[in-house]
Structures are given as structure tokens and as C-alpha cells.
């Protein structure tokens, strides 16, 4: 990409120079809307050097990679629970992958009932990372090298080799609006949506939301540092269901499902505040995930993304009682986050409330944790090894 065709042009090296030495420039995408109203996106992109984003919501898509350490005598692990929630032992001797949404065998809601509540992978996440006891129960085939057969014994997060939060697909650049057409109420990971479209649930946080503030993905990638639960984290790879062939507005903007992030950190470094397990009444479990990306504004076209607005960001509405899970379904409607943030939208004529499954309150506190941080000059910006693929062709 010629960078002749714009105005102001700045590197990645250039902006972390600044960062260092104090002088960077750093709002948040909320403060960055009104800046480019004021000032235009050329004068804008002259001043503002990073523009800070954040989204809280449960990801499904998330997980943990632990090693326990070699016990005495060797097992290999084949099978693993913690708390009793199976993980993943089909990696190595002492090593497992405990899933979010992974239920706690025993639990009532294994064959999900409404009116309980589940135990699950994200809340042994939640658990560890609090300091609590958690309960490990491992059984091997036995071998010459690995000739324990089973292994009890509880932990701390202290006693794990190693403990690494790797989710495989995060910060979901637009996601659907759910409703519920039919005459009975159904839960789903939207949560509970009442007959007769009495309640519609959404789950991004609109102009905060990472994605949202650089639709094409011009400085996001392998390698991109992120606030991630706390601590600092990475981009590792496009996330699973990628895919930033979709319906745009003319700003960019992705109208339905799009862009999303496989993303990896210490999860000892990370805390309860901004990872913490869920229970989805009537569907299973989850696990909440607060994730901040700094985007870089390189130019007047990066000026203009970040200052996208909630009325300038539509997603589109589902049926989740027929036509979602039929797996075919073709949306009702078309809704921006300026009226889902309101409270109430109106499909075919009906108002209808609105609910988040995320919380914009803690989005605005990440972005806001992310600028103090690169204020500080102990949060350097990551420049992508590879970019996420994106479908625009660049002169």
C-alpha cells in the first residue's frame, strides 16, 4: 500500500518511540468520536497517536492449556478432571485443556435444566486464577515409562508448571440480536428470551469494541499485544470462523458475524475481574473475557475507523426459537447498537426491550485501564507478524 496516498503517515516504531518517552497521544474510542467531529480525520490523525478499545462478554471459545507436573510415580494422563469438569488430556504425560463451557460431571444442569445453575471449565478458570483449592483427579492406561493408573491430589495455581489461557476464537467483530417468535420461553446462550418477541439480547460493546475500530484489520494480527484478562496477552492467530467476507456499510463496518482473534496469555498473571466464569441459566456455561486492543492510528483512514459511532454499526436479528437453530436462518431485521443501547427497538411495529449480554461499563473501563497503561509507557504497541486476512483489495 502506497503510503503517498495519505496525508499523515506514521509507523508502528515511530508511535512506540513516543510511548516511551512519554509523549504518545492516547484516547479511547469513545473520546476519539468527538475528536474527529471537531477536528476532521487528517488534523485528527496528526494528534492522536493510539486509539484504546475493549469489549467484556462471555466467549465460549475459550479455554486453558495446564501442566501439573510429574507425580510420583509417572502417569500419563489420558483422562483429567478438575473440580470434577473433565479437560482434554490427549496432549501429553501432565498436560490438559480445560474448556470454558465444559460441565462439571454430577452437575445438575449436565443435561441443562432451567431454574439451576451450572459449575463448569470457565469457573475452575475463575477458580484458579482467585488462589482457590481445586480438586485434580487424573487416570492413565499405565505404561512402562507412565506406570501410575490414577492420581488425586488438590491444587492451587501456584502448584501448576505451567497454566496458559488459550481461546480459540474471541472479540467476535459483530454478533447477531436474538429474539424468540415462538409461544414458549427457550434459553440460549443469548439467555433467556420470552414468547412472542417480548425481549430481544445482544452481546458486542458497539463503538468500544475492538474489531469495530479497525474493520479491515490494517494493524491487527499475529503478534498484536492486547489487554487480555488482566494482563497483557496476544493475538495468535485469525480466530476459528473468521470470516471478513461479509455485507459492510459504506464505512466498512461489517453487518453481521465477521472478524474475530485466537488469543493466548499468562493466565497467572490475569485476575477475576476480568476473567469469570458463567452460568447461562437454562444453557450451560461460559466464561467472561476482557480484552482491550490499542489500535494505532497511522492516518487519516485509521482516524476515521476509530471514531465509529453505535448509529453507524448495524447487525442484524434472528429467530433463535426456529429459524437459528435450524441453521439456515435468514434475519428479521437489521438494528444499529445506537438503538439496542437504548433500551428498545421496534420490529414490525412492536417495541421490544433490549438487553447486553456484555457489559459496555466494563468495555469503557478496559479501554480506559489500556490508555493508563500505554500512558505509562509500560504497554508498547505490537506490530503484527501477519495480519488478519481480510477480503479488501488496497490500490
Given at each position: 500500500?502506497p ?82 469438569v ?65 492420581h ?22 459483530n ?11 427457550i ?16 452481546s ?79 444453557y ?10 490499542p489500535?494505532?492510528?497511522?492516518d ?16 442484524q ?7 437459528y ?42 479501554a ?28
Open positions: 500500500m503510503m503517498k496516498k495519505f496525508k499523515v503517515n506514521k509507523t508502528f516504531q515511530e508511535i512506540n518511540k513516543k510511548i516511551k518517552s512519554g509523549r504518545a497521544v492516547i484516547v479511547t474510542a469513545e473520546e476519539m468520536i468527538d475528536i474527529v467531529e471537531q477536528n476532521g480525520e487528517v488534523e485528527a490523525a496528526r494528534k492522536i497517536d493510539v486509539v484504546t478499545t475493549g469489549t467484556f462478554a462471555p466467549m465460549c471459545s475459550s479455554g486453558a492449556f495446564l501442566n501439573f507436573g510429574h507425580t510420583a510415580p509417572r502417569i500419563r494422563a489420558s483422562k483429567v478432571w478438575l473440580n470434577d473433565p479437560a482434554y488430556g490427549g496432549i501429553a504425560a501432565v498436560d490438559c485443556y480445560i474448556g470454558a463451557t465444559e460441565v462439571a460431571e454430577g452437575d445438575p444442569l449436565n443435561s441443562v435444566y432451567p431454574g439451576e445453575f451450572n459449575y463448569g471449565g470457565g469457573h475452575v478458570i475463575e477458580d484458579l486464577i482467585s488462589g482457590n483449592i481445586v480438586k485434580l483427579r487424573a487416570e492413565g492406561y499405565g505404561t512402562d515409562c507412565y506406570p501410575a493408573r490414577k488425586e491430589k488438590n491444587i492451587t495455581i501456584n502448584d501448576l508448571k505451567d497454566a496458559i489461557l488459550f481461546n480459540p476464537r474471541n472479540a467476535y467483530q454478533y447477531t440480536c436474538a429474539v424468540n417468535l415462538s409461544d414458549a420461553t434459553y440460549t446462550y443469548m439467555g433467556m428470551l420470552r414468547p412472542r418477541m417480548a425481549n430481544a439480547s445482544y458486542t460493546s458497539g463503538q468500544l469494541s475492538p474489531l469495530f475500530n479497525d474493520p479491515y484489520y490494517r494493524t491487527i494480527g499475529v503478534g498484536t499485544r492486547i489487554f487480555l484478562g488482566g494482563a497483557q496477552g496476544f493475538v495468535a492467530w485469525p480466530g476459528t470462523q473468521h470470516n471478513p467476507d461479509v455485507p459492510r456499510t459504506e464505512g466498512g463496518v461489517p453487518m453481521q458475524g465477521a472478524g474475530t482473534i485466537a488469543v493466548v496469555g499468562n493466565l497467572k498473571e490475569m485476575n477475576r475481574e476480568w476473567l469469570a466464569g458463567a452460568s447461562i441459566l437454562g450451560g456455561v461460559s466464561l467472561f473475557v476482557g480484552i482491550g486492543i489500535i494505532p492510528v497511522l487519516e483512514e485509521m482516524a476515521r475507523f476509530t471514531a465509529v459511532k453505535d448509529e453507524e454499526i448495524f447487525t436479528i434472528y429467530d433463535y426459537s426456529m429459524d437453530p435450524k441453521g439456515d436462518s435468514k434475519p428479521l431485521a437489521q438494528v444499529s447498537y445506537k438503538e439496542l443501547r437504548s433500551g428498545a427497538i421496534t420490529i414490525d411495529g412492536k417495541k421490544v426491550s433490549t438487553a447486553p449480554l456484555s457489559s459496555y461499563y466494563k468495555a469503557r473501563q478496559i480506559e485501564l489500556l490508555k493508563e497503561w500505554l500512558g505509562k509507557g509500560n504497554f508498547l504497541l505490537g506490530e503484527p507478524q501477519q495480519n488478519l486476512p481480510s477480503t479488501r483489495t488496497r490500490p
